[in-house]
């Protein structure tokens, strides 16, 4: 049984009472996905993303919720936190549950930072592998079994995917910076 107070579970009952057939995982993956390649943190460039995956207008409650979450995330990415919170079910829902959670936060994250990425070529070899990874975490769904390994391999994945976030939003964020004028010789 899944904890219905979970934030997971009540964005969750607000997107399909809402009439959006997506997973919270996705969506907030979405939203980091594009944070961290540098689309900023504007309103309404996040909730056009947002309407492109829900696929239709966004009423009021969810749109606020959706700002809140992106407030949460900026809040995260920019704080002195070297993790981010990822909204998943929580530990007691099935494994299989959660694995399929995390890989549809993988899609959205991937999905989101390539729509905004403006070169990806910039990356650099850490955080291009970083990007290989979650293309292969998206993958996970089938592969993790109801069991103690399987638990375990579930965490550190979840681990990994609460501090990679931050080395992509700090890579890109170097990259937007100018360089700095140099002296000229006279």
């Not at 969810?62 to 990822?86: H, S, Y």
């Not at 998206?138 to 550190?156: C, F, I, K, P, R």
Request: net charge negative; proline share 4%.
């Amino acid at each position: 049984m899944t904890n219905a107070n979970s934030p997971y579970q009540a964005f969750a009952t607000l997107l399909t009472s809402s009439g959006h057939n997506v997973s919270p995982a996705e969506l907030h993956g979405l939203l980091l996905g594009r944070s961290c390649a540098g689309a900023g943190f504007d309103n309404e460039g996040w909730l056009i993303d947002a309407a492109e995956l829900l696929e239709g207008d966004i009423q009021d409650n969810v749109r606020n919720a959706l700002i809140g979450l992106q407030e949460m995330v900026k809040g995260e990415l920019t704080g002195d936190d070297v993790t981010v919170v990822l909204l998943l079910p929580t530990d007691d829902a099935p494994l299989a549950d959660r694995a399929a959670a995390l890989g549809q936060w993988c899609q959205g994250f991937l999905s989101g930072f390539g729509l905004n990425c403006r070169d990806s070529s910039m990356l650099s070899t850490e955080a291009t592998e970083v990007l290989q990874d979650l293309a292969a975490i998206s993958q996970v769904q089938d592969a993790l079994e109801e069991s103690e390994d399987g638990e375990t391999d579930y965490m550190e994945v979840m681990e990994y995917l609460r501090v990679a976030p931050l080395l992509l939003f700090s890579e890109t964020k170097k990259a937007d910076v100018p360089p700095a004028a140099k002296p000229s010789l006279h």
